[in-house]
């Protein structure tokens, strides 16, 4: 690794938190003093840089940090420069602070901007690479929903909870003859619920990407029963919807980058579950234990390679551009090509393929 002529590179992390934020910030920050380069950390995401927020990072701070979840820096689905919330008394106000981020990444005499985020955060990305930023995107999310790498960070260790999580209902919903629904995150993409209820043994698994028949839902509790297995367990995505329904929205934000928050599908399976076949249905909404907690050692390495080839793409000066899994190589593509491409589960997917040749199904 040789020197550089990028001397000092910012980083930050924005939209949802999930585990392996860390690691990637570790993974840029202790190789920059070979590389002739500075690290500061800009706080809360894109919050931190529009507010003039950072502090220095050494190699020292990043020392222990690759097994804690969450992100030492902060970060915010809030903080879209182009899209800055201000309340105005009693009504929310929507402006346009980009200057501001761009000036304050200025006066920290900034070569280069790392900014670790999903979908959200690369089209902020792409629209300031656009204003004359020199900026390299990070993908993570728990969703995976991102089409330009095969893999996001994060997503891993959300699964293995679910996976703990179903382990665990299995034997409460067995004790009890019960049928127990778990709704999981994974915004408009089924891959968590897919992934995690393959892991779990789960009975159903419900996902937006495939609409499904209540009442195929319920004969399947109903030909478990005719085997003489007491309980079911349903993995129901947060997306999920029946045929010709909607999804379930929780609450809408226009603060957010995106506004619409879901949730609530698991309970309105368990009630019909419950009503329609008589069977005692239970709900558990896993909700944020996904995103929290220690990465798995996939997630550890998968974002510290990631860190090390962004911090490496820096001082190649290669900017516009954000790293991505390509089968098992770390590449990098275009960030304006990445954006806005949502990788959902195709129906003929082979995860869908294996789950449904085991009996796993997706009420279809
Ligand atoms: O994108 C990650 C994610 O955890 C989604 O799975 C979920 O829909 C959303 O973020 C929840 O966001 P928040 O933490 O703002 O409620």
């Not at 190699?59 to 979840?69: E, K, M, P, Q």
Request: a positive charge.
């Amino acid at each position: 690794m040789g020197k550089s002529r990028i001397r000092r590179i910012g980083i930050l992390t924005g939209g949802g938190d999930c585990p392996g934020l860390n690691a990637v910030i570790r993974g840029v920050t202790k190789p920059a003093q070979d590389y002739g380069m500075s690290v500061y950390g800009i706080l809360d995401g894109f919050e931190g840089l529009v507010e003039g927020r950072a502090i220095e990072l050494t190699n020292n701070d990043v020392s222990g940090i690759l097994a804690r979840g969450g992100t030492i820096l902060g970060s915010s689905n809030k903080g879209d420069p182009f899209h800055w919330p201000i309340e105005r008394g009693d009504k929310t106000e929507i402006v346009n602070k980009a200057e501001e981020a761009i000036k304050n990444y200025q006066t920290w005499n900034l070569d280069a901007l790392i900014a670790i985020g999903g979908d959200g955060t690369m089209h902020i990305c792409n629209k300031l690479v656009q204003m004359g930023l020199n900026i390299i995107g990070v993908p993570k999310t728990i969703d995976n929903d991102l089409d330009a790498t095969d893999i996001t960070f994060g997503h891993d260790s959300a699964v293995y909870v679910v996976m703990m999580a179903l382990d665990r209902l299995h034997t409460t919903a067995s004790s009890h003859h019960r049928v127990i629904v778990c709704e999981v995150m994974g915004r408009y993409a089924g891959w968590i619920a897919l992934n995690g209820g393959i892991a779990g043994g789960a009975d159903i698994i419900l996902i937006p990407e495939i609409p499904f028949s209540w009442q195929k839902v319920y004969d399947k509790i109903h030909k478990r029963q005719l085997m003489g297995k007491k309980f079911s367990l349903v993995c129901a995505a947060e997306g999920a919807k029946a045929e010709g329904g909607e999804m379930v929205v929780k609450e809408k934000d226009i603060k957010r980058t995106d506004p619409i928050q879901l949730g609530g599908i698991g309970a309105v399976v368990a009630k019909n579950i419950e009503k329609n076949t008589g069977r005692e249905t239970r709900v558990t909404v896993l909700g944020h234990l996904q995103r929290g907690g220690s990465p798995t050692p996939f997630d550890r390495i998968l974002a510290t390679k990631f860190g090390a080839f962004a911090i490496e793409l820096a001082s190649l000066g290669k900017f516009g551009r954000m790293v991505a899994l390509k089968g098992n190589e770390i590449k990098s593509v275009k960030i304006e090509d990445a954006i806005g491409k949502q990788k959902l589960v195709q129906p003929d997917n082979q995860a869908v393929f294996a789950a449904k040749s085991i009996g796993i199904s997706f009420g279809v």
